[in-house]
């Protein structure tokens, strides 16, 4: 773990010439009131994952309107705007996801969601629940600051509008289908909305700072038998509880202490009657760990332990272990460098606080492998509300948290481009 005291190293800052900080300001202030117009539209027309398609034409509406070069299609409905500023320098780039989740909006906001879909035969609510209608307005909002000031702009800034991001694979299709082919950032920058502290404040995670995504479908089978006759066949509900239970044996057994590790068995079904072995039980597992040597070695040990105690069992079984979206590494170098950038745009060190990694998955780990990358927590917590919580039907954001937003990827995307590169 980093020290606080690491990322406040004396940092001289390299300020675009001929561009002052209350132009940019007051550049900010003019447009907020259209981005919260827009940020309140996005919110009330939520779409799921791969389906954002009126979002990402309202975002590729209003690149091109700017000026930016388009391209659509990316991953799906992904759009990828680029501005190329008047002078030569290196190309940045910052990314916001667009996709919604299929939760029932209970904020009772006079711009909530009314949207339905339908998921599995059911009706279910859309809600923009994880703040990605704040992380689109924010790239559409930077997106305006820096084009009207694309003639001092010493560089080229790729804006990314992501889909499927609650899905984990909207980013790795977007870099699929070419979004870095003709142009790929030398450092790439995001937000994701922080519920736990108030707007203008941000939280930081040097290094790994979200988990492995991966995990097993377990089904375990049986001849089926009698309940009073036990011996009769192979209780699958008794090798799967054997499972569960040697799962967390081996996490606080087996697993260095120093590598977080989490497996939750959360879906355990068999049988239909009390008296009845049932024929078959399916078991579903999420497993999170940081490292790529750390996932593949729960790989062979869960798919050893499940081998071992079906066969002991006599039960034969299909295993299917998966691996999802990879850790997200927030670049220390990286970090280090925008943290001046950032303390300048926020008015202080006391507005910044490091945050312990998590265990949640964040598929811009996958932009993360391609090229150095932070993201930060934006605070969003509103004054008046004493807890919110993302992927909640109550969750809500103070939209002030809007032009700070804007304000401090500004300041970082116009500092890096400015900043003397080393070869």
């Known amino acids: 773990m980093f020290c606080v005291s690491l990322f406040f190293l004396p940092n001289a800052l390299f300020p675009l010439e001929k561009v002052a900080e209350k132009k940019i300001q007051d550049i900010i202030k003019e447009i907020t009131p259209d981005l919260i117009s827009i940020r309140r539209d996005i919110h009330c027309h ?155 404040y941000i939280k930081y995670t040097p290094g790994y700072s979200g988990a492995n995504c991966d995990g097993f479908i377990l089904k375990i089978k049986s001849e089926g038998c009698h309940g009073a006759d036990p011996s009769s066949c192979v209780d699958p509900i008794v090798v799967g509880s054997q499972i569960v239970i040697a799962l967390q044996v081996m996490i606080s057994r087996e697993i260095d202490v120093h590598k977080d590790t989490v497996i939750t068995v959360g879906s355990f079904h068999a049988g239909s009657a009390s008296n009845i072995i049932p024929k078959e039980a399916d078991l579903s597992a999420t497993i999170r760990s940081y490292g790529e040597d750390q996932r593949k070695l729960l790989k062979e040990k869960v798919t050893k332990l499940v081998t071992n105690l079906c066969e002991a069992a006599g039960a034969e079984y299909e295993l299917n272990y998966y691996y999802g979206t990879p850790a997200l590494f927030n670049n220390p170098g990286l970090l280090k460098e925008i943290f001046p950038s950032v303390e300048k745009a926020l008015g202080g060190k006391k507005f910044l606080t490091e945050d312990l990694p998590s265990m949640g998955g964040e598929d811009f780990s996958y932009f993360a492998q391609e090229t150095p990358a932070v993201m930060l927590g934006l605070g969003v917590l509103p004054k008046d509300v004493p807890k919110t919580s993302v992927h909640s039907p109550t969750f809500v954001a103070d939209e002030e948290s809007i032009p700070v937003g804007i304000k401090v990827m500004c300041s970082i995307i116009l500092d890096y481009l400015a900043r003397p590169k080393t070869k």
Not at 67 to 74: M, N
Not at 124 to 152: E, F, P, Q, W, Y
Request: hydrophobic letters at 40%.
């Open 46 to 200: 939520p779409e799921l994952s791969s389906q954002e398609k009126r979002t990402a034409a309202l975002v590729s509406e209003y690149f091109q309107k700017l000026g930016l070069e388009v391209k659509t299609g990316l991953g799906g409905t992904g759009i990828l705007g680029v501005l190329r500023g008047g002078k030569p320098g290196p190309v940045v780039g910052m990314r916001g996801d667009m996709d919604a989740l299929p939760i029932t909006e209970e904020t009772n906001l006079p711009f909530a969601s009314k949207v339905k879909a339908q998921i599995d035969g059911r009706e279910v609510g859309v809600m923009h629940a994880c703040g990605h209608d704040i992380h689109t307005t924010l790239v559409l909002g930077v997106a305006n600051v820096l084009s009207r000031l694309r003639k001092d702009l010493p560089g080229t800034v790729l804006f990314i509008a992501q889909p499927a991001e609650e899905w984990g694979d909207g980013a790795n299709r977007m870099l699929q289908d070419g979004v870095f082919k003709d142009i790929k950032p030398q450092a790439l920058f995001a937000f994701h909305v922080e519920d736990t502290i108030p707007a203008g």
